[in-house]
């Protein structure tokens, strides 16, 4: 339990199924909440650098609130840290997700109508009604029905998914459509298919999926590792990644990537891994 980025555990407060295995002034169950702004930054600390983010919907554990600062874990990959507390609220069971790479929603059901706020890709909803080419969410807003599916069905191909952020700007610690970074675009398209997946690269390395054997011929969905790095196989020769050299999701060739990531310092592939994808 030594990873702080999933250790539910501060020193003041930890979670009660970590009783016994670590030290704390106190321990708690936690009460569950959810991201009720579009986007949030989950930190090393109270106003510490971004590790992650959190969208719309997403269910979080609230192990403590102090000074404006909620310490948390996140439920869809375990992640521990610090967001602003107002950007939490009351849990509710979602039933639609957006499907695409980023909608509106908007007052009336109108797209003529002011938008109230845009919603990343996987942003969770509870649907309560319909009106003609909208839902309508529980919080009385209008969402088009052509960018939203069911929260129970999830797609099948994360390359699909990856590839619909092609352009989106690179963001470190970025998981949403307006910046992301490779892990991110990485756990994305995984979660969008209900494939569990870690956040972080050093994580996917070791845990998404199967390691191949070098030399293993790479095919569509396959996930390519260099230290600190990560990339999603779009066919045998052409991957696709949120990086710094273009600052942007973006295509290159394989080969290419291998020489000028290593070319600049950072080394070798490192590791090859097979998605293992629901049946």
């Known amino acids: 339990m030594s990873d702080r980025r999933r250790t539910p555990a501060n020193g003041r407060v930890a979670l009660s199924s970590l009783q016994g295995q670590v030290d704390a002034e106190r321990f708690v169950g936690g009460t569950p909440k959810r991201v009720i702004s579009p986007v949030v930054d989950i930190c090393a600390a109270p106003s510490g650098p971004r590790d992650r983010q ?7 554990l ?6 404006g600062w909620a310490f948390v874990q996140a439920r869809a990959d375990g992640y521990v840290g610090y967001v602003q507390a107002e950007a939490l609220g009351d849990p509710v069971e979602v039933n639609q997700v957006v499907s695409a790479l980023a909608t509106h929603a908007y007052s009336k059901p109108d797209l ?14 509870r649907i309560v009604g319909a009106e003609g080419d909208f839902f309508e969410t529980a919080e009385g807003w209008f969402v088009p029905r052509q960018h939203l599916r069911a929260f129970n069905a999830p797609l099948r191909d994360p390359a699909t998914v990856a590839q619909q952020f092609f352009g989106v700007p690179y963001l470190w610690g970025g998981n949403s459509s307006w910046g992301i970074d490779c892990s ?4 994305v398209a995984c979660l969008a298919c209900g ?5 972080d690269s050093d994580m ?20 390519v590792f260099w230290k600190g790095h990560v990339a999603m196989m779009v ?3 052409v991957l696709i990644h949120a990086n710094a050299h273009t600052m942007s999701v973006a295509y290159e060739p394989l080969d290419a990537a291998i020489f000028r990531i290593g070319a600049a310092g950072d080394g070798p592939v490192t590791k090859m891994r097979r998605i293992t994808r629901p049946t």
């Open 204 to 223: 996917q390395a070791d845990e998404l999926g199967e390691e191949l054997p070098a030399g293993t011929p790479l095919q569509r969905g396959d996930v």
């Open 62 to 67: 609230m192990i403590e609130e102090s000074d």
């Open 235 to 237: 066919d045998d020769e």
């Open 195 to 199: 494939i569990t997946c870690p956040g």
């Open 184 to 187: 991110g675009l990485v756990q």
């Open 112 to 125: 003529k109508s002011p938008e109230i706020l845009s919603l990343s890709h996987s942003s969770r909803l």
């Open 54 to 60: 959190a969208l719309y919907g997403a269910e979080i």
